[in-house]
C-alpha cells in the first residue's frame, strides 16, 4: 500500500481521507509514552478527522495534545521535543483532506512513512490499561510571539516593520489566525483580507496563483501598500505581490531571502538546500553571497537538510531550504513555514526600500512549465531514456539526473525534465531568454522517449 505522496497523505474525503484512514493512521503511527500533537486547517471535515485520529492515536497508547485550528508550520513548532499530525490538504480543494506526521518539529521522512504504511493494514492496539487520554493545548500565541521573536532577533530590531504597509490576502485559511498578528507586532501596518476561517474556501481557491489572486492584485493596484502576501489553506505557502498587485516570481522571492541567509552568515560554507525546479536564479544569487546550492528531490527538504549536515564539516551549515513557495528557516525550525516567511520578506522589503529594489540584483529569464502525456507504466523506461537522449541533444549542458534529469547552460538557463509524481505526465521547466526555443526542442525529444514506451 502506499499512502504518502511528497506531502502525506491527500486526497479526497469521500474515498481515499477518511475517518477510517484516520483512525488506521492513528493507530500506526501512536505507541506507548509517545505524545502527539494533532493540529487541523479549517476544512469542513478537519474535525472528524481529528477526532478520529486522536481515537487511533490514544487506543495505540500514545498521549494526545488537541490544538485545534492552527496554521500546518505553528502544528510543526508545537510537535518540538514529541510527535505531531495535522489534518490538512494545503492547497487542495474544499473536499479533499490530508494527514502529515511529524517529529520534533521536522516532517516524517521517507523511511518513517514507509513504516506507518506498513502497520495500517494491521495496527496494534496497546492493552486497555495502556490506551493514551487527551487535553487542550493552546499553541497559537505561543507560535505567534515566537516568529515574531526570531523576525526582532534576524534584523537585530524591535518593530523591523516600522512603517511598513501590507496587504494580506488570508484566503479563508487558518494563516489568518497568525500572519496578520506577527506582522502588526512587528511594527507593520496591516490590512487583512478574507481573514474569516472558512473551509468552503468561498473567496478564492486555496491555493494562491496570479490567477486566483486577481480580486487581491486589483485591490492591490488601487490602494497604497508597500506589498501584498497571500497564503494557501494552511499557511505553509506564501505569494508576495508589490505594491502595485504584481506577483514577484516565487523563484525571485527564494533567491533574494536565500542570499539573504547566505550573506548573514557566520561559517565558511554555508548551505542553501532547493529542488530539482528551482531556479538558476537562486545558485546565481547565492554564489555571488559566498555560499552554494545543493538539490533534493520534490517534497523532502528535511531531508536534503540532513543529508547536508551529515556530510558537511564545521564550518557548513544549512542557513535555509526552500522550494517554489515554500521556505524552511532553519535557525528558527525545521519545517515550511509561510508566516515566519511572511515576516523575513517583509523586513527584508523594508531594508531595501520596497519590492523593487529588493528584486532588482536578481536576474530574471523567462520561464515556462510544460505537461507531457505520459502512462504511468512508461514514465520510467522513458526518464531511462532521457538520460541519454537529452544529454546528446544539449552537449554544452552540464548534467544532474539525480532527480530527472536537469541541464545547466554556460548562460545559467535550465532544463529540468521529471515525471509526476501524481498525473501522467512527464513535466518539462525551462528558464532561458530563448526558453520557447528550449521548450521546443526539448519537447521533441520527451516525446520522442515517451512514444518509444508505447
Not at 10 to 35: F, H, K, N, S, W
Not at 61 to 86: E, I, K, N, Y
Not at 279 to 285: H, K, M, N, P, Y
Request: glycine letters at 10%; a negative charge.
Amino acid at each position: 500500500m502506499t499512502l504518502f505522496g511528497t506531502a502525506g497523505i491527500r486526497g479526497p474525503v469521500a474515498d481515499r481521507v477518511t475517518p477510517a484512514l484516520a483512525l488506521a493512521v492513528g493507530q500506526a503511527a501512536g505507541e506507548p509514552g509517545e505524545t502527539f500533537v494533532v493540529g487541523r486547517d479549517g476544512r469542513e471535515t478537519g474535525q472528524a478527522l481529528a477526532a478520529a485520529m486522536e481515537s487511533g492515536l490514544e487506543s495505540a497508547g500514545a498521549d494526545v495534545r488537541r490544538v485545534g485550528q492552527v496554521p500546518t508550520p505553528g502544528l510543526a513548532f508545537a510537535s518540538q521535543g514529541r510527535r505531531g499530525v495535522m489534518l490538512t490538504a494545503s492547497h487542495n480543494p474544499p473536499a479533499d483532506n490530508g494527514i502529515k506526521l511529524f517529529v520534533d518539529g521536522v516532517e516524517y521522512d521517507r523511511d518513517a512513512e514507509e513504516a506507518v504504511e506498513a502497520l495500517v493494514e494491521a495496527p496494534e492496539l496497546a492493552d486497555w490499561d495502556e490506551w493514551g487520554s487527551s487535553e487542550r493545548l493552546e499553541v497559537l500565541p505561543s507560535y505567534r510571539e515566537a516568529v515574531a521573536d526570531y523576525a526582532r532577533a534576524e534584523f537585530d530590531a524591535e518593530r523591523p516593520l516600522e512603517g511598513l504597509s501590507i496587504a494580506v490576502d488570508c484566503g479563508t485559511g487558518v494563516g489568518a489566525l497568525a500572519t496578520p498578528h506577527v506582522l502588526e507586532r512587528l511594527g507593520a501596518h496591516v490590512v487583512a483580507l478574507n481573514a474569516n476561517v472558512d473551509g468552503h474556501f468561498p473567496a478564492r481557491e486555496s491555493k494562491p496563483t496570479p490567477e486566483t489572486l486577481t480580486d487581491f492584485s486589483a485591490f492591490l493596484e488601487t490602494s497604497s501598500f508597500d506589498l501584498g502576501l497571500a497564503h494557501d489553506g494552511d499557511a505553509d505557502r506564501l505569494v508576495v505581490l508589490d505594491g502595485e498587485g504584481e506577483v514577484v516570481h516565487e523563484d525571485t522571492v527564494l533567491a533574494v531571502v536565500a542570499e539573504h541567509y547566505t550573506s548573514t552568515a557566520d561559517v565558511a560554507d554555508p548551505v542553501v538546500v532547493t529542488t530539482p525546479n528551482a531556479s538558476a536564479r537562486i545558485d546565481e544569487r547565492v554564489r555571488e553571497a559566498g555560499g552554494r546550492v545543493e538539490r533534493v528531490r520534490l517534497g523532502a527538504l528535511h531531508e536534503g537538510i540532513a543529508r547536508e549536515r551529515n556530510r558537511g564539516t564545521d564550518d557548513t551549515a544549512v542557513v535555509f531550504a526552500a522550494e517554489p513557495w515554500k521556505h524552511i528557516h532553519t535557525a528558527f525550525g525545521g519545517w515550511i513555514d509561510g508566516v515566519a516567511s511572511a515576516a523575513v520578506v517583509s523586513a527584508l522589503v523594508g531594508e531595501a526600500g520596497g519590492v523593487d529594489a529588493l528584486r532588482e540584483p536578481v536576474t530574471e529569464r523567462p520561464y515556462r512549465k510544460v505537461s507531457v502525456d505520459c502512462p504511468d507504466e512508461a514514465k520510467a523506461p522513458a526518464m531511462a531514456r532521457l538520460e541519454t537522449t537529452l544529454p546528446e541533444a544539449f552537449p554544452d549542458a552540464t548534467v544532474d539526473t539525480d532527480y530527472g534529469v536537469r541541464l545547466e547552460f554556460p548562460d545559467a538557463s535550465w532544463l529540468l525534465v521529471r515525471p509526476s509524481g501524481t498525473e501522467p505526465y512527464v513535466r518539462v521547466y525551462a528558464e532561458s531568454e530563448d526558453v520557447d526555443e528550449l521548450v521546443a526542442d526539448a519537447r521533441s525529444v520527451v516525446d520522442d522517449a515517451v512514444a518509444n514506451q508505447r
